[in-house]
């Protein structure tokens, strides 16, 4: 088992900004135990069998939701990390949402009911691409809202993430953790590969000279919203490969100390005849 990179909740965090007198214990480069991608292939394999079970336990139980949260930058790797995970598991028992910049009816509302209606039930796995986190994140970086708005949201947060907890929702958090060098390596190779063209996005370059505003609000999202109920996990992302090793071992960990079990038979099937 590689290492947690949990965030202990009120753990002060520091991620690497553009700025070099900021240090960072939370490499984006690190890859654990692991070399190269070729020695994963064989323990991704058996975590993605591990997973598929576990899944059909977590469906058949129905006690449990696990909610996965996926948070970074733009080109960390969101939608690569759930094409992974998607692929251990039966798609039948699994949501995704993406979560955009909220439609006019989203903003007549309170910032967590798109999110609050978008968690997944008992016995599935709901996957976020982006979150309730934006509203912390985009929203403080831009003054999307006044300050006085935004920073009572990281106790309501953590409130809101209490309660679903409480009411059987499991909650797992990663940050997709990549460098500014790498986002310009993968920016650039959206415009030096025609098949990538599609995914270029001007925004994203545009967000990009905001990367250490950013940082900054993640590290605030990371030392105030890491609870002991809903952790934060720091995920080293420069990789892609360790990436999906680190998130798939998270979540079959996660399942397994739930310690679920198949639910007792309704009839006594033994007496069962078949005509
Ligand atoms: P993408 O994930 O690349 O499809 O982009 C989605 C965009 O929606 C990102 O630029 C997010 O910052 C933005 N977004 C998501 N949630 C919010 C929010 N609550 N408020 C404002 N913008 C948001
Ligand atoms: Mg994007």
Redesign the pocket.
């Known amino acids: 088992m590689e290492q947690p990179f949990i965030v202990k909740p009120g753990e002060s965090i520091s991620l690497i900004g553009e700025k070099k007198s900021r240090s960072s214990n939370h490499n984006p480069d690190n890859t654990g135990s692991y070399n190269k991608k070729d020695d994963t292939k064989k323990p991704l394999k058996k975590l993605h069998k591990e997973l598929l079970e576990l899944q059909e336990i977590l469906y058949a139980e129905n006690k449990h939701a696990l909610l996965i949260i996926l948070q970074g930058m733009?080109t960390c790797g969101?939608d690569g990390t759930i094409r992974k995970v998607m692929a251990g598991i039966n798609v039948q028992g699994c949501e995704v949402v993406?979560?955009?910049?909220?439609t006019v009816d989203e903003l007549s509302r309170d910032?967590l009911w798109r999110v609050h209606k978008s968690v997944p039930p008992k016995g599935k796995i709901g996957i976020f691409?982006?979150s309730?986190y934006?509203?912390v994140?985009?929203?403080r970086v831009h003054d999307?809202v006044p300050k006085s708005v935004w920073k009572k949201r990281y106790q309501q947060i953590n409130d809101f993430e209490r309660m679903l907890v409480e009411n059987g929702t499991v909650i797992l958090k990663f940050f997709l953790n990549i460098s500014k060098d790498e986002q310009k390596e993968r920016l650039e190779s959206r415009i030096n590969t025609p098949s990538k063209h599609w995914k270029v996005?001007e925004?994203?370059f545009h967000?990009r000279t905001y990367w250490d505003d950013y940082m900054q609000a993640y590290e605030v999202v990371l030392e105030k919203c890491s609870t002991e109920w809903a952790p934060w996990y720091i995920i080293p992302a420069n990789k892609k490969w360790y990436r999906d090793l680190v998130i798939t071992e998270r979540i079959v960990k996660t399942l397994q100390d739930l310690k679920m079990k198949f639910p007792e038979p309704n009839t006594d099937v033994s007496k069962l005849t078949i005509v």
């Open positions: 733009d969101k993406n979560f955009k910049a909220p910032y691409n982006r309730h934006e509203d994140l985009v929203v999307l996005n925004a994203d967000e």
